[in-house]
């Protein structure tokens, strides 16, 4: 198939959008696990706080505005658990009305909202509690969930239960470095199953409120490829751990089983069917493979134990600090690699922290030319969230400059807005509903021969190990 086009285009229907999480925006968040955090130190990047955030409790209809402006017809933003349910038998409210007032000012503007019920962060009589280790977490969250879906069911049809399960279990019970601050193997295996008992039981309790909801979870997938493509361990690591942190949890709302590499099947049957929909938060590539040395060591049990690379390669565009490698292909992989499932897709979460724009209008203009791509071979992507709207607190990065996910940069001071040129690049990809020569020529008209030149059957494609 040539693709000597001049548009690439979009169903009618696609929901274009951007997505944001409670903590990260909202701020004045006095009465949650991360607050707590923060305030203790040591979490976060210069021990800061997240304070007023993008003060959205205050203020989110004007950045509503902004969304409206661009032309979107969607967003995704989550509910705050501590501060509808302040204690175990108490519900506040005037919370829960401002929520219903923000979802009403979203319909006013015809964007439809999507919510997400948990986004990382939890109320402090959970924490004190032993948060989800403890296995009434499962029913903690389902009464939560009940009382917002009954809020909330006539305005909304999108749920998304639990943003990034496995990303929650590996930074804050596995490496420790979120609250709070475990690293065990036990917890994040008890953590990752009340976590998938928690869907299962969302997903019941919305479809009992309301049979015609759409529930789904975000998950986060990564692009992981061999370190050294001509190693075989390096292939088996990406593998392995593509199977754990990419699958396993989508295989548990699928089929109700849970299967380690190596280890147990874990059966939660009141999982399996678990969902309308897909949720796919995708930003990055990561190469992994084996330490030989550090394998030989480990027989020696006073040697470390660090036997796993986890990196980028030289050569490649990769995002700060720790970020991983940009790689817009490992978006259609990713996409390929999930279509088994039969389920609609949607995008929940895609962005690049550069606080210079320098790099996001192409990074907007390819992944969404991937995720074009993966539409024409039959793959269902329903919608796509921009990561993000605003800059906002980036958890452990805190206000960190070299973290800013915007379309619009935040002075955090101020609260001032100021769009960047991305914010123009996607407003026009989402008002005329597709991807044109004529915006590609106009923003990075390199790319022009790349999507609207070559025979998009035989496009180079890496598709290692996703
Ligand atoms: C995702 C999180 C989101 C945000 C982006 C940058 O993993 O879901 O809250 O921090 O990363």
Same mark, same amino acid.
């Given at each position: ?7 690439? #285009? ?19 968040? =006095? ?17 800061? /706080?997240?304070?007023? %955030? ?10 509503? &505005? ?9 967003? !995704? ?20 009305? !401002? ?27 959970? +924490? ?31 749920? #998304? ?10 930074? *804050? ?35 009992? $409120? ?34 754990? +942190?990419?699958?396993?949890?989508? &295989?548990?709302?699928?089929?109700? !089983? ?11 049957? /009141? ?12 930003? /990055? ?7 030989? !040395? ?22 490649? /565009? ?18 390929? *690699?999930? %279509?088994? =499932? ?11 922290? &550069? ?40 958890? %452990? @990065? ?13 002075? $955090? @001071? ?15 990809? #989402? ?36």
């Amino acid at each position: 198939m040539q693709t000597h086009l001049d548009s690439l #285009c979009f169903p009618s229907s696609f929901r274009w959008g951007t997505a944001t999480s409670s903590h990260q925006v909202e701020g004045h968040q =006095y009465n949650n696990n991360w607050w707590a955090a923060e305030k203790a130190g040591g979490f976060v990047y210069q021990d800061q /706080q997240s304070g007023a %955030a993008c003060d959205w409790w205050n203020r989110a209809e004007e950045d509503f &505005d902004r969304m409206a402006a661009l032309g979107l017809n969607a967003h !995704r933003m989550s509910i705050e658990w501590s501060r509808v349910q302040p204690a175990p038998d108490r519900w506040d409210d005037d919370a829960l009305a !401002r929520y219903q007032e923000m979802v009403d000012a979203l319909l006013e503007r015809d964007i439809e909202p999507m919510i997400t019920l948990h986004h990382f962060t939890e109320p402090l009589w959970m +924490t004190a509690q032993g948060s989800w280790e403890n296995d009434e977490s499962v029913g903690w969250f389902e009464k939560y969930v009940h009382r917002v879906v009954t809020l909330l069911s006539d305005k909304v049809t999108l749920w #998304c239960t639990i943003n990034e399960p496995m990303v929650l279990v590996g930074q *804050a019970y596995l490496a420790g470095i979120w609250p709070p601050g475990q690293k065990s193997l036990r917890s994040s295996i008890d953590v990752g199953l009340n976590l998938t008992k928690a869907h299962a039981a969302a997903y019941h309790t919305i479809h009992g $409120i309301n049979p015609s909801a759409q529930v789904g979870l975000a998950k986060h997938m990564v692009s992981w490829s061999p370190h050294r493509v001509w190693i075989p361990t390096d292939h088996l690591v990406a593998r392995m751990v593509n199977r754990i +942190t990419n699958h396993l949890i989508l &295989d548990a709302a699928a089929t109700g !089983r849970a299967r380690l590499p190596f280890g147990k099947t874990y059966h939660i049957k /009141q999982a399996a069917n678990t969902l309308d929909w897909l949720g796919i938060n995708y930003y /990055q590539r990561y190469r992994v493979g084996i330490k030989i !040395r550090n394998f030989l060591r480990t027989f020696f049990p006073s040697l470390p134990a660090n036997i796993f690379y986890q990196g980028t390669k030289p050569g490649y /565009q990769k995002g700060p600090g720790s970020w991983g490698e940009i790689h817009p292909e490992g978006l259609f992989d990713t996409l390929r *690699a999930v %279509a088994h =499932y039969g389920r609609p897709i949607y995008i929940t979460e895609n962005g690049i922290p &550069d606080r210079d724009d320098k790099n996001r209008p192409r990074f907007i203009i390819t992944h969404l030319h991937q995720l074009w791509r993966a539409i024409e071979e039959a793959i269902p992507v329903k919608g796509y969230y921009h990561w993000s709207l605003v800059d906002n607190f980036e958890w %452990a @990065e805190g206000y960190n400059p070299d973290f800013r996910f915007g379309l619009f940069g935040v002075d $955090i @001071e101020t609260q001032e807005r100021t769009p960047r040129p991305s914010s123009r690049v996607y407003g026009e990809i #989402c008002r005329s509903n597709s991807l044109t020569q004529d915006l590609v020529a106009r923003y990075d008209p390199e790319l022009v021969p790349q999507i609207f030149r070559v025979d998009a059957s035989k496009e180079p494609q890496q598709t290692e190990a996703t």
